[in-house]
């Protein structure tokens, strides 16, 4: 069997804000109650940790205090993204001084680089620090989409582990597993996807939804890795309706409202994220029922 160092669910964890600051009481709270729910493994400062919005200094902090609360217990991929590559390469040195086990790293976004400034890019992290980089492909943000051949290019780079697909193409991954090596760490970014994403042979998932409900898409990916689909579809069909109902507006803003519901943090974003809009916290709610993380 090949070796897989990041498998199972990941927590693209929520950035917790209050009043315009970062919450770290409840970011802290937030990573035990992930640990505890079964969760293999965190992210802090992607995309649904709003990194975009906040400034080098809180992104540092944030990812200093998920290696800090998670003391070894499950790994940490840090966000270390960025349009500008000396950015990242600032980013991932300062995950690996804390102590991060790995980056994510996504594809640069707004400037448009071609599939040889994609490689360049991470070719040029992998160079400057020595620590895993997964790399983030969701063109659907980005615009930049990293092509099956760019990801071969980049599997033979000796820091470059894995990828996490946001594309929702799960023709994709049968590609990369014919390309990529034995140890390519593929992690799907879209859970609704998930269960053909591992059908197909994905060793996981960097999920939203995980951070509302860790204990039931634990259990998904556990029985998945365990090849019992039967268990997963269990799951997929009690969580499929809360992973389609936590993007029905900006995310995170539905993922914070469901979180306040659970007395977990505030429903606070930062612009040009707006608040979770009220004409779709009904459809929120039935679907945190349907999952049976509320009764009414």
């Known amino acids: 069997?090949?070796?897989?160092?990041?498998?199972?669910?990941?927590?693209?964890?929520?950035?917790?804000?209050?009043?315009?600051?970062?919450?770290?009481?409840?970011?802290?709270?937030?990573?035990?109650?992930?640990?505890?729910?079964?969760?293999?493994?965190?992210v802090p400062v992607g995309t649904t940790g709003e990194t975009s919005t906040l400034s080098h200094d809180e992104h540092k902090r944030v990812v200093e205090l998920c290696v800090k609360t998670a003391r070894g217990r499950v790994p940490v991929i840090a966000?270390?993204?960025?349009?500008?590559?000396?950015?990242?390469?600032?980013?991932?040195?300062?995950?690996?001084?804390?102590?991060?086990?790995?980056?994510?790293?996504?594809?640069?976004?707004?400037?448009?680089?071609?599939?040889?400034?994609?490689?360049?890019?991470?070719?040029?992290?992998n160079d400057a620090v020595q620590i895993p980089i997964v790399t983030y492909n969701v063109p659907g943000r980005t615009v930049a989409d990293i092509s099956n051949e760019t990801l071969e290019r980049l599997s033979?780079?000796?820091?470059?582990?894995?990828?996490?697909?946001?594309?929702?193409?799960l023709t994709r991954i049968s590609i990369q597993r014919l390309t990529c090596g034995d140890d390519w760490v593929m992690l799907s970014g879209d859970d609704p996807t998930g269960l053909g994403?591992?059908?197909?042979?994905?060793?996981?998932?960097?999920?939203?939804?995980?951070?509302?409900?860790?204990d039931a898409v634990s259990a998904f990916y556990a029985a998945c890795l365990n090849k019992d689909y039967d268990t997963a579809l269990y799951w997929q069909d009690r969580l499929i309706r809360l992973h389609k109902a936590l993007f029905l507006d900006a995310s995170p803003s539905p993922t914070k409202f469901a979180l306040a519901q659970l007395g977990l943090?505030?429903?606070?974003?930062?612009?040009?994220?707006?608040?979770?809009?009220?004409?779709?916290?009904?459809?929120?709610?039935?679907?945190?029922?349907?999952?049976?993380?509320?009764?009414?």
């Open 79 to 125: 966000g270390a993204g960025s349009n500008a590559t000396a950015e990242s390469i600032d980013l991932a040195r300062y995950a690996k001084s804390v102590g991060a086990d790995a980056v994510l790293v996504v594809a640069p976004y707004y400037n448009r680089p071609s599939q040889e400034g994609i490689y360049r890019h991470y070719e040029a992290i």
């Open 265 to 296: 943090c505030s429903e606070e974003v930062r612009l040009p994220i707006a608040p979770c809009s009220d004409a779709v916290k009904p459809q929120i709610l039935a679907a945190m029922r349907d999952a049976g993380l509320i009764n009414s």
């Open 1 to 42: 069997m090949p070796h897989i160092p990041f498998r199972g669910a990941f927590t693209a964890l929520i950035t917790p804000f209050r009043d315009g600051a970062v919450d770290e009481d409840a970011f802290v709270a937030l990573v035990e109650r992930q640990i505890a729910g079964g969760i293999h493994g965190l």
């Open 156 to 169: 033979k780079l000796p820091n470059v582990v894995g990828i996490k697909d946001a594309t929702s193409d």
């Open 197 to 214: 994403y591992m059908a197909h042979g994905g060793h996981g998932c960097i999920s939203v939804t995980s951070n509302v409900a860790p």
